[in-house]
Each structure stands twice: as C-alpha cells, then as structure tokens.
C-alpha cells in the first residue's frame, strides 16, 4: 500500500517526473558534445555510455558516479556555449521545469506536431523540449532476487541467482496456504490498478500557446 501511495504521488508526480526528463536531456545533449570534444564530461559516465550501459564490467564505474560529481558536472555545463546545456542545467539548479499536460488519446499524434511547431517557433530544438514521457507500472508486483539451490549434474547443489515469484502466500497454522490478494480486497485492488500515464512536457511559453495555461493534469 504504501508503494502503491508512493509511486502516484511522489514518484511519478509531475513535477518529480519533470526534473527526470530535464536531466535525461543534460546528458543526452552532454554526451553528444562530450563526443565533439567541446566539454569536460565524467570520465566514468563515458566509460558506460561506451559500453551501453553498467554491467559487471561497468558497475565500478556507475558507483563512482556520486551525487557530489552529477551536480559539479551540471553546475559546470550551466555555464557552457552551449545553448541547449547550458539552459537545461540552469533550468534543474533553478527549479525553472518544464510544464507537463495530458496527451489525448484520441488526438495523440496531432497534439505532438502542434507542440513541436510551437517549440521550432520557440527556437526551441523539439528534441530536447518537447519530451513524451510514459510512467507504466503495477504498484503489486514484486520481483526479488533470491538464492535458489539448483542440482548440477553431478548432483551436487549450487546457488544460482534466480528471481522469485510475485505471488505472497500467507500459511494459517493448518499449513494452508492462500495468496496475499485472494485474501486482502484492498491488496487486490491495487494489484489491479495499473498506473499509466502519459504526459507531454514543454517548456512554459509552449505550452500557453499549446493550451492556454491550463494545467489538465
């Protein structure tokens, strides 16, 4: 209950989720000047971009990323010659986000172009201000990682990382077993309740032209 509270209302908040496209758009803009040779960018982070992503190879590397070397990078980079960098650093350190509203529907792709046109008569690169972002998750579904004891051939034991079940079994003093959702109403609800939502975020002056001002979320 208390994830499923967490994720509407704090993890996936408009404003939580805003700061997340901002600082996709950093590095993203970042990496690809960091590839020009126009700015200083973590050696570590470079490391990863180069092998897609944290591995075992990589993981030294993401753990050398503290918060304290994110923020000197991005408060670095606010003050580069680059347009695009330098605002969105400016606008994470300032809190100056980007205005989220609700994609319709029935209209998804039209709604986008207009945003787009908006933003090109902005000067604005749509790439970087015009950002779709989808939050899709099911609050009870849990996946952990557990040790599970497989039989090798030879038929010895040996401790294999494997994820466990979803499913939570509650056992009454019979042994009986019923899964937690089958007893809970409210648990069942939630495990039911798939969180989806797609929203546009732009930068204020688009999206008064786009809607009028009016925050739909």
């Known amino acids: 209950m208390a994830r499923n509270y967490m994720y ?11 700061a997340e496209v901002i600082m996709d758009g950093i590095f993203k803009r970042a990496a690809v000047l960091a590839k020009n040779g126009v700015i200083d960018f973590p050696e570590d982070l470079g490391i ?6 944290v591995d075992s190879d990589t993981l030294k590397h ?13 408060s670095k980079w606010a003050k580069s010659k680059d347009a695009i960098l330098s605002d969105l650093c400016n606008r994470l350190l300032n809190r100056n986000l980007y205005k989220s509203t609700n994609i319709p529907i029935d209209d998804s792709f039209k709604f986008s ?11 604005l690169d749509p790439e970087y201000y015009a ?3 989808s939050a899709p998750l099911t609050s009870y579904k849990d996946p952990y990682i557990v040790k599970v004891p497989k039989t090798r051939r030879n038929g010895e034991e040996d401790s294999n990382i ?15 077993s019923i899964e937690l959702s089958n007893k809970s109403k409210i648990i069942n609800q939630i495990r039911n309740d798939n969180i989806s939502i797609k929203r546009l975020y732009i930068p204020e002056i688009v999206k008064n032209k786009l809607i009028g001002g009016q925050d739909n979320v």
């Open 62 to 74: 993401y753990l050398n990323l503290s918060e304290y070397t994110i923020w000197h990078y991005i």
């Open 8 to 18: 509407h209302h704090v993890y996936y908040h408009k404003a939580t989720r805003s």
């Open 48 to 53: 990863i971009l180069e092998k897609n992503g």
């Open 113 to 123: 172009i207009k945003a787009y046109e908006i933003c090109q008569e902005e000067g």
């Open 131 to 133: 950002v779709e972002d």
């Open 162 to 176: 494997s994820e466990a079940s979803e499913q939570i079994f509650l056992f009454n003093k019979a042994g009986e």
